[in-house]
């Protein structure tokens, strides 16, 4: 499989990647029915640690088995499949070499008492399960920022030299942050600089809604129209290197079909790098997420 | 890209590796235009090594550049490429995620004065490169054996942790074996067995002759009719656990392209699974190398 | 399954053991057949790597799949199962559970240059492929002992603080001795002492002969009548420890099955505790060699 | 290029360091147009993780690059470039050996709900990032000032053990410090004498005002005139073992041209080293950036 | 300094290192007055472990002092100086800066009894003294040529690690080889090919005669002539991965002027990336060897 122009111009943003590391992100990027475009879907599935099995699968029980989310993102045809330890031990002999996956290394839960995570994988489990890469969640604004950070940082440097990528949620989260500005612009586009700034070869966020939460910051987004989702999504991924980092988006809480769609067209028409994606998905039933899934493939080669 | 049932019977008779040596196998046996038939073709380049650069670059000159193997070995479709690590880290980069890299870690050379090798690469620069495996070559009846043994003990126990497979090349040689019987069948079966035993994901051995080396073993094969190369291909790939093991063959010195190809024949129907081979097409222009290797494929398929 | 007053007895023997090695050892002692009674039958397959293949395995193919060795153990009801890397790593996973194992961890073979092993699996290898013990050949006598006994102590004492246990084979080759004094009574008595010495929790030692070897010996051994095996038996039962540690003998080469019933009968009748016994078992078809272990099995339990 | 007796005599004070040390240093003074005066400008951009993308960048968007940043750099011949990771793995392959650069190894940011800063690097990374130095925060004044004092020591003994130099930056805050008294000249020099203390080869603090913060300082300052900022930078730069070590001076906040003119004047005048100016120079566009720099290098060479 | 195409030209054929390796090879490819050419000079003095003091220095006592050699390799404007672990002690903080250096961390003597080296310098030697570079000999064909290979495996490994790159002086020497086979092309060819394979950054051989040694490549030369140097200097570097490597030649022993300027030239009209020139330098007077540098210097700048 020879790499596509597009790929190898990726790929090189990361000059100071060894070739393991490299060839890791090819396989995501040359991998299932956007590989070679440039454009990815991720299929993450660590609800059940943060929302409880019930509130993720009995929708769809099928999902309660770790297999179905495997065949699920295989058969259509995603980039990659992210998951915490448990599951990936569960099927990553079965589906050993059929779709590269993301150890997520760290994870919260619905009664947490503290706005962090618990480191519950390591670099040599993702080696040992044979993954692309590792996730790690980074929470802006919480009292445990600085010690998540020297997590990933410690994580991040012993991934990178076994050749193991890194892909950062960053997920801005507590402190002075109000409920609305988690979500604000000027927020998302400063926690996917963070995760960039710490070395994020992959940078996961969501998708921005159009306040300004930062007194500070408003000058800087005043007389610039921000209504519309791309040009928001073209903030994000500029506040990424100006692009020479992977950004993709989460959709957030499951709903209805066509609002997946039009995020999946705005992150594209923003020069965005693609989707995760998981409720939306794994909540349907099988035929309806092949479905969804199909159409977003569509709309990130731009036959949509 | 889904496992073939084949595949995936393969990779169950590595029952106790961990899913990232499995991810690895799998890589390398669902690459190229054999991938799924549980056949492979290695191009190995370690002559310069073994022989010097002119012995085996000067008939085709295009071939001193590391690029030219990579190349060679994608665009013939072949399973992995497999070198030391100069040229390993002169062109892994380029090459990222395009085809599978087997990291041959020790190496000898014309001038050497004793039956050994050096060791030239490790698991690190494995990781760090990206490869899918490690190659080791051992000199069963040298007197360095057991060293060397102990050295692939060692890499392999460290690799198989990490989720690199390991690949033996077994060449019976020195002490008191003669130099007819290095190639002698009862010989090559049990240098394939050693690979075995020492835990070889893929074990890679030269097609023996009818010859019987051993005095103690001449009785076990009288009464057998060992003038088919097929059979004792068999005979070898039995003695690597009977069949539970990938057994490959090296085509040895640049010869005929009919002999090569009927070597593949006998392979197959041998149920071997497939061949290394080097000389006989990087010394061939690259047109000739391209359509000898198109035809070997076809051969593996069962097409000639 | 509670442990009887027989194996209690042979446990507290091993007074210094932690509670890992003792739970090893007892479940070699309960398992299979003569479970419970104090005695037991190994089965070794490590011949492939000490004479090749096709002279351990050609007489009956089927024994060239490392499965059909696990079978005929667990199918005869057998106490333990002992192999090299390569052939645990095949049916580790399979068969987990079902039989304990004796990973060996050093091999020779016929090519050999010096009376010497390779180190070729390790305690880690052991734990990850849930050996009982780890087994090792010393060869008092030859040039290289002080190393192979250095090389035991340190895999020893890594085995032990992880409860793993140890057996040794210990096989008198090389230096002063001659052919015939490598079986002589004095001899066979001075190796199991030296194994006891080393710290092993299992002797393995050949069946001795009448012969004495050594002049300086001669002298404790004159006035004896020794042409009674099972004397001699409880001549080198004596010498580990009085009986405070477990002693087997191998059958050696591939006899009549009345002389193979006879060794057993001495064994027992000399207070060994068993036999480990390889090629008269798999070099036979599996009917016989059940119909064989099951009269071993008989005679053990002092039924024959 | 032979090194100048001016950057001769200031390496000299470093009389401790290693070679190694010394060569980085020298690298840094013998850098761009100011390369041998003992004077140097940085260009630190660490404002993304400080105040956020959109108040760094948007008022000149080119800077959302981070080789915009080295080329600025390079082009305006200044004399290092200092940096988080992320940015510096962005570029340090493209601009290898056209500029020393400074690992920023801890950063704060807007959010922070403590007076701290999360390690976002290691030595380990500037080695394999070709750094000549890395860079620290401390925050003299806060609670976390002794851990942040035990971090740095930490990584400035491995950095100085393999030839990185340690540059610290010292903003008192937190605590009992006023608001003013962060910028008190009092508080200025004591900030900087703690960097000094804990083994800094360069130290990087605020132009100090003429404020005096702490009673039991005051009467030192009583009777001298502190109106002259040059009197305030000589005072600084006593304080760093008067003047055996380097200090260079931040310009703050984004301000008019020939404030910050000025300032260089002053921190010439009063034997400072030079100047660390972000925000003045990256928030411009870059021709009158590079105007600018222009002027500061004229400044410092004494022509202006 | 902006590194110039032809420099980047070289950087990027060096694909899998890391930014630090890149950086210290840049600073010797911007070295001095041949800066930016792509061609280099080195000045190595470890003559006094091959020859001892009085055979080395007495014919120009200057040269007793190490900082004699700094300060040579510095005024003729030298791209690196090349020593063992003593004068580069004895130099590196007086000339910190001034000069890329290489640690030449194995040695010989007159008075060796084998065909080897002792490791006499480390990595951290490397790193605390500032060197851009460590060297290393092996003598393929030697009896030690395999333990040369895995120290050098191993130095080398951990010097890419830390961004310090490896030049490997490759001298063919002992077994079987004849003392004009040292010399013949195909066995220099050979040699280069070697230390490239090893994963060497910087070949240094010597400049082959067009003597063939190997009766097995003799057919491989013959029918080409081999009589001019350029030629013979195009094939080693052709064997070095067909000019992905630096290659650089030594001039041997001290020899005329001329001479020594008409190998420059044809080291440059073959493709050869420059000198390592030593004994024709320091064994004259300064002023005289500052000359025939300055010459030198013109004739890879093509001027002569």
């Not at 699968?57 to 295989?74: T, W």
């Not at 100006?242 to 957030?252: D, H, L, M, P, Y």
Request: with cysteine; proline share 4%; net charge negative.
């Amino acid at each position: 499989m020879s790499i596509t122009p597009t790929v190898k111009a990726i790929l090189a943003n990361y000059e100071s990647d060894n070739p393991g590391v490299k060839t890791n992100l090819a396989r995501i990027l040359m991998q299932g029915r956007l590989g070679g475009t440039g454009k990815l879907i991720i299929l993450p599935v660590d609800q059940g640690f943060e929302h409880g099995p019930a509130r993720s699968f009995s929708v769809n029980p099928d999902a309660y088995d770790p297999h179905y989310h495997y065949q699920l993102a295989i058969d259509a045809g995603l980039s990659a499949y992210a998951a915490p330890l448990g599951p990936l031990e569960a099927g990553a002999a079965t589906f050993a070499g059929q779709i590269p996956t993301i150890l997520k290394v760290n994870s919260s839960n619905s009664w947490a008492t503290s706005i962090d995570q618990a480191v519950t994988g390591t670099v040599d489990d993702a080696l040992r399960l044979g993954c692309a890469a590792i996730g790690f969640t980074i929470y802006p604004g919480s009292d445990n920022i600085f010690e998540m950070m020297e997590e990933i940082r410690e994580m991040s440097a012993e991934a990178k030299a076994v050749g193991i990528a890194t892909v950062i949620w960053s997920y801005p989260r507590g402190g002075n942050l109000s409920k609305d500005g988690e979500l604000a612009l000027d927020v998302g586009a400063y926690a996917a600089h963070m995760a960039t700034l710490l070395g994020a070869h992959i940078i996961k966020v969501k998708l921005p809604s159009a306040n300004i939460e930062q007194k500070e910051a408003k000058a800087m987004y005043e007389g610039s129209d921000w209504s519309a989702q791309a040009d928001r999504v073209r903030h994000v991924v500029q506040s990424c290197f100006a692009g020479r980092r992977i950004v993709v988006f989460s959709g957030g809480a499951a709903k209805g079909a066509d609002a997946v769609y039009q995020d999946a067209r705005d992150i594209r028409d923003g020069g965005g790098n693609g989707s995760i994606i998981g409720r939306n998905t794994f909540q349907r039933p099988r035929d309806e997420a092949l479905a969804m899934l199909d159409k977003l493939v569509g709309i990130y080669k731009g036959e949509d």
